[in-house]
């Protein structure tokens, strides 16, 4: 079980300021952050340290990450956005 301070920091970092990155990065660590296990959890720690044009880029699929943790954390947040919209 993850610490309330964890999901705390993750919440902040999250918030981007840049609405299409809030509205795919919130949800997600709102609902999703918890369940990971430790090692997305760290990639997720990890993507929050790209810059935002980067990130802009990833969930757009116009480009792909060239760090495959960054890409495996990245398709998972995209899936969730994706089942999240079609419900």
């Not at 609405?19 to 918890?34: G, K, T």
């Not at 090692?39 to 802009?56: A, K, N, S, W």
Request: aromatic share 10%; with cysteine.
């Amino acid at each position: 079980m993850i610490q309330d301070e964890e999901l705390k920091r993750m919440r902040w970092a999250s918030r981007r300021g840049m609405l299409e990155l809030d509205l795919v990065l919130e949800p997600f660590v709102n609902h999703r952050y918890s369940q990971l296990d430790e090692g997305d959890r760290r990639r997720y720690q990890q993507l929050m340290e790209c810059e935002d044009q980067e990130l802009f880029a990833w969930f757009l699929r116009r480009e792909r990450p060239r760090n495959e943790d960054h890409a495996a954390i990245v398709a998972q947040i995209l899936e969730y956005a994706h089942r999240r919209d079609r419900d």
